[in-house]
């Protein structure tokens, strides 16, 4: 009787939720295409177009985001009542930008960007937040969006698809889609067999692991014209590829980022993904990822580590644990402020981050001594910060080139997104 009293109890709390996602949308995607304009003290938005796009791949059972890990949120309000119904937050290459030193020094720059939420059934509002210098969120653009009168695009194109590990319903899995970026119709074969290292890759490293069994992973099968991916930041010299992905991104040689979000909406449009992971085909050393953007990897030595770190920015909204290489952001984690990423700190809100994990024996911040060198503890040097910022242990995958090392803080954050992401 207490076991049948107890299973009641946990299943009552989800009839609700699921009726809220019903009454308010339909399992479909709503892609908003958007620009993204500014500089350090200032942005603007245009809106591009609203996309129909293929089966929403989100949880139906959890709409509103609990981490707030990322420098912008979209919210989405009814019309008639204002009430919240559904919120994500996620970075972007614009907020990067920002913080370079072109951004500071006001150079106005724009970037294609967009959002994806559950297709809404009512009229409602869409509101744009970003962090400022305190990182507390300010709204910044409003839109309205009316079922049957909004004018919607949708998309025509047929997008071939290969299942690599699929093995749920996508609301009831997280749901990755691998894409090729620099394979020529004649890399067929090479895109089937980097594909299918890259799933191997994901599923044999802690947590992805343990959550194999809600893990799907697709694989576009789209071909264009050449075969690499561009090497300089100059635009000169680019290539005829499906995405024009190009190295240079904010002026850092292996930074790999697609810069023209509006064509890789087109590109997987179709597709159920939580997350998109651009394979590049080149043996150059790079890649880079970003929360709830995209995240990229190339073809090099260190494949199988590169996959799960970048992986660790784009799911799981991981900070870089390291602090001694070039990146091309300054100061991205301002003096007095907590970082919003799971897995570093800067001590000032560290109860809401992992003190929870901590053995009491172990001194905060720790000394970086062979005693606790594989320890859980506070230790100073992270998020491109020598001093200031602390990171959970003496290394980690988002610290070394070290494949399936996430320390427990890490695997606790990835864990948490896929409790979210995934419907029970
Ligand atoms: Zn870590």
């Known amino acids: 009787m207490k076991r049948l009293i107890l299973a009641i109890l946990c299943i009552l709390p989800l009839i609700p939720v699921q009726a809220q996602f019903e009454r308010y949308f339909k399992p479909q995607t709503l892609c908003i295409r958007y620009l993204h304009s500014g500089d350090f003290n200032r942005q603007s938005y245009r809106l591009k177009d609203f996309v129909l796009q293929g089966q929403w791949a989100g949880s139906t059972q959890h709409l509103i985001d609990p981490f707030s890990y990322g420098r912008q949120k979209v919210e989405v309000r009814d019309a008639a009542t204002d009430s919240l119904l559904y919120s994500c937050s996620f970075n972007s290459l614009f907020d990067e930008y920002r913080t370079t030193k072109e951004g500071r020094a006001g150079k106005r720059k724009s970037f294609r960007e967009y959002v994806r939420i559950p297709m809404p059934i009512v009229p409602v509002k869409i509101c744009f937040y970003s962090r400022n210098a305190q990182f507390v969120y300010e709204k910044r653009w409003e839109l309205q969006f009316e079922p049957g009168r909004t004018k919607m695009k949708k998309i025509l194109d047929k997008q071939p698809c290969r299942s690599l590990h699929v093995v749920e319903e996508p609301s009831k899995a997280y749901d990755i889609l691998l894409v090729p970026e620099g394979y020529a119709f004649s890399d067929t074969a090479k895109w089937r067999k980097d594909a299918e290292r890259c799933a191997e890759?994901?599923?044999?490293?802690?947590?992805?692991?343990?959550?194999?069994y809600r893990i799907n992973i697709r694989a576009l099968c789209e071909f264009y014209v050449e075969s690499g991916v561009s090497r300089d930041g100059t635009g000169k010299r680019r290539k005829k590829t499906l995405l024009g992905a190009s190295f240079y991104t904010l002026g850092t040689e292996r930074y790999l980022m697609v810069e023209d979000m509006w064509r890789l909406a087109s590109v997987c449009g179709l597709m159920p993904y939580d997350h998109v992971l651009v394979i590049?085909?080149?043996?150059?050393?790079?890649?880079?990822?970003?929360?709830?953007?995209?995240?990229?990897?190339?073809?090099?030595?260190?494949?199988?580590?590169?996959?799960?770190?970048?992986?660790?920015?784009?799911?799981?909204?991981?900070?870089?644990?390291?602090?001694?290489?070039?990146?091309?952001?300054?100061?991205?984690?301002?003096?007095?402020?907590?970082?919003?990423?799971?897995?570093?700190?800067?001590?000032?809100?560290?109860?809401?981050?992992?003190?929870?994990?901590?053995?009491?024996?172990?001194?905060?911040?720790?000394?970086?001594?062979?005693?606790?060198?594989?320890?859980?503890?506070v230790f100073e040097?992270?998020?491109?910060?020598?001093?200031?910022?602390?990171?959970?242990?003496?290394?980690?995958?988002?610290?070394?080139?070290?494949?399936?090392?996430?320390?427990?803080?890490?695997?606790?954050?990835?864990?948490?997104m896929f409790d979210f992401c995934c419907d029970k």
Not at 201 to 212: D, H, M, V
Not at 340 to 353: C, E, G, Q
Not at 399 to 415: H, L, S, T
Request: hydrophobic share 30%.
């Open 201 to 212: 890759a994901i599923l044999n490293c802690s947590p992805f692991k343990e959550n194999a």
């Open 280 to 377: 590049c085909n080149t043996r150059k050393y790079g890649g880079g990822g970003i929360y709830n953007f995209h995240s990229t990897v190339t073809d090099n030595r260190y494949f199988n580590y590169v996959c799960v770190h970048e992986l660790g920015h784009g799911i799981a909204g991981l900070a870089d644990e390291y602090y001694t290489s070039d990146v091309a952001v300054l100061d991205y984690y301002p003096e007095g402020t907590e970082p919003p990423a799971p897995n570093i700190t800067s001590l000032v809100n560290f109860d809401a981050k992992w003190r929870d994990m901590l053995d009491p024996e172990v001194p905060v911040p720790t000394p970086a001594e062979k005693q606790y060198e594989d320890d859980l503890g």
């Open 381 to 416: 040097g992270a998020g491109y910060c020598a001093k200031g910022l602390y990171r959970p242990r003496k290394s980690c995958t988002m610290k070394d080139i070290k494949y399936d090392y996430f320390c427990p803080v890490c695997q606790r954050a990835f864990q948490r």
